[in-house]
């Protein structure tokens, strides 16, 4: 296989993006708290989300792009492909910044190419492969979201295929990004900011691991400043 440019050539080239953050929620009250620490880039809003929080689901698109100034992901709530595009329509219509997100599946891939063609953007959501991740980028979306969680559950490891990913989207120069999903603890996010410049989709779950460990390691920094034993000799 004999790539297009060389892993220095690809370096050059390679255009760099922010850290971003994107919390699944459709709380505005976790939204602010998470804006406050500088950590809500965007929103990932699920229907699952917006019921379990006893908000009907346009009412939370709404609420949630009140909130932050990034991109809120809604999903349209239909399996075919006309049903899709009305709803994803409608939906950005609803905020400033609406990504539509859509399975990597025929219907979807179709539904993804005609809202490119609308100027609406679109992020490919559930992408367990990198066969699915290089179809997603030829649909001309905006996002990939590959799901680390569920992989590593049936004992792969998640974050191999962020990694594919990349290289696959260095490799041939797609300016799809890539925003690791449904991770599953504050490892995970650690892990996806070391690959590259990923964004990552946090819960609260994971939003109070990440505190947590805040905590820790300002609690070890104290101990150390004062010379404590144990950390010392450890």
Same mark, same amino acid.
């Given at each position: 296989l004999t790539l297009p440019f060389s892993r220095e050539e690809r370096e050059q080239h390679r255009i760099p993006r922010p850290m971003r953050f994107f919390l699944d929620s459709a709380s505005p009250e976790e939204a602010r708290k998470v804006r406050d620490w500088g950590l809500l880039?965007?929103?990932?809003?699920s229907a699952a989300a917006?019921?379990?929080?006893? =908000?009907?689901? *346009? *009412?939370?698109?709404r609420e949630m792009a009140a909130? =932050?100034?990034g991109p809120v992901l809604v999903e349209p709530?239909?399996?075919?492909?006309?049903?899709m595009y009305k709803a994803a329509r409608e939906l950005a219509k609803l905020g400033k910044d609406i990504v539509i997100q859509l399975p990597i599946e025929s219907n979807g891939l179709r539904v993804a190419r005609l809202l490119s063609q609308d100027q609406v953007? &679109?992020?490919?959501?559930?992408?367990?492969?990198?066969a699915q991740a290089l179809v997603a980028a030829k649909a001309?979306?905006?996002?990939?979201?590959?799901?680390?969680?569920?992989?590593?559950?049936i004992g792969s490891i998640g974050m191999d295929l962020v990694e594919q990913v990349i290289r696959i989207y260095d490799n041939y120069g797609f300016q799809t990004q890539i925003l690791v999903s449904e991770v599953r603890n504050a490892v995970h996010v650690l892990d996806a900011v070391l690959v590259s410049d990923c964004g990552v989709v946090i819960n609260p779950t994971v939003v109070e691991g990440l505190e947590e460990?805040? %905590?820790?390691?300002?609690?070890?920094? %104290?101990? &150390?400043a004062r010379g404590h034993p144990a950390v010392l000799e450890g």
């Open positions: 880039d965007g929103v990932w809003l917006a019921e379990a929080a006893g =908000t009907g689901y *346009r *009412r939370a698109v909130v =932050t100034d709530g239909s399996d075919d492909a006309k049903g953007a &679109v992020c490919a959501s559930g992408c367990y492969s990198a001309n979306v905006a996002y990939v979201a590959p799901s680390v969680g569920p992989l590593d559950d460990l805040l %905590e820790a390691v300002a609690l070890v920094a %104290e101990q &150390v």
